[in-house]
T-cell receptor, first 110, second 112 residues
Framework: EDQVTQSPEALRLQEGESSSLNCSYT??????LFWYRQDPGKGPEFLFT???AGEEKEKERLKATLTKKESFLHITAPKPEDSATYLC???????????FGAGTTVTVRA | DGGITQSPKYLFRKEGQNVTLSCEQN?????MYWYRQDPGQGLRLIYY???????QKGDIAEGYSVSREKKESFPLTVTSAQKNPTAFYLC???????????FGDGTRLSIL
């Protein structure tokens, strides 16, 4: 079954138009939630790890937050170079592996 | 620069042929992984290795094989038993299995 669901599938933004991406998960015993950025034809680039509800991490125009059931990736005043596919993944308490969502493709127009 | 190198970037397989994808890392990471990425789907784990000379099957290991003879290297062989091999293959590594994984830039495999 699907354990990690990302929404929306695609997001088109005007430069400077802030928005949020959602990653919801249906598992219990979360041992970590990871956000990655992936450019076309490239491998994912690690952005953040979140471990507990209420935790927040920031990097430039990106801010990731975590609740007990979902995580948000907020993009503030995006620029065209923020265009990419953003992936989230979760690790369970008794598992070694990451379960990935299908990603949200963000396009920022100048 | 430290990183993960995958080669080749593009690979074509003929029917009945085995092909091997290379993955090398100079990050001194113990754990290495192979994923498959298909359009509209999340990354799926093929194999992983926590340490040299040891590896385990992931969710979709059928039709694939790996070896881990050196810490730096984790090659993936796509065998003729894999009937739908067309995909983007990603190799990753991490300091240990509970640390963030870092990825190479992938190999795109197609059928001739």
């Amino acid at each position: 079954e699907d354990q990690v669901t990302q929404s929306p599938e695609a997001l088109r933004l005007q430069e400077g138009e802030s928005s949020s991406l959602n990653c919801s998960y249906t598992v219990s015993g979360l041992r970590g939630l990871f956000w990655y950025r992936q450019d076309p034809g490239k491998g994912p680039e690690f952005l953040f790890t979140l471990y507990s509800a209420g935790e927040e991490k920031e990097k430039e125009r990106l801010k990731a937050t975590l609740t007990k059931k979902e995580s948000f990736l907020h993009i503030t005043a995006p620029k065209p170079e923020d265009s990419a596919t953003y992936l989230c993944a979760v690790r369970l308490s008794n598992d070694y592996k990451l379960s990935f969502g299908a990603g949200t493709t963000v396009t920022v127009r100048a | 620069d430290g990183g993960i190198t995958q080669s080749p970037k593009y690979l074509f397989r003929k029917e009945g042929q085995n092909v091997t994808l290379s993955c090398e890392q100079n990050l001194n990471h113990d754990a290495m992984y192979w994923y498959r990425q298909d359009p509209g789907q999340g990354l799926r784990l093929i194999y992983y290795s926590q340490i040299v000379n040891d590896f385990q099957k992931g969710d979709i290991a059928e039709g694939y094989s790996v070896s881990r003879e050196k810490k730096e290297s984790f090659p993936l062989t796509v065998t003729s038993a894999q009937k739908n091999p067309t995909a983007f293959y990603l190799c990753a590594s991490s300091i240990s299995t509970n640390q963030p994984q870092h990825f190479g830039d992938g190999t795109r495999l197609s059928i001739l």
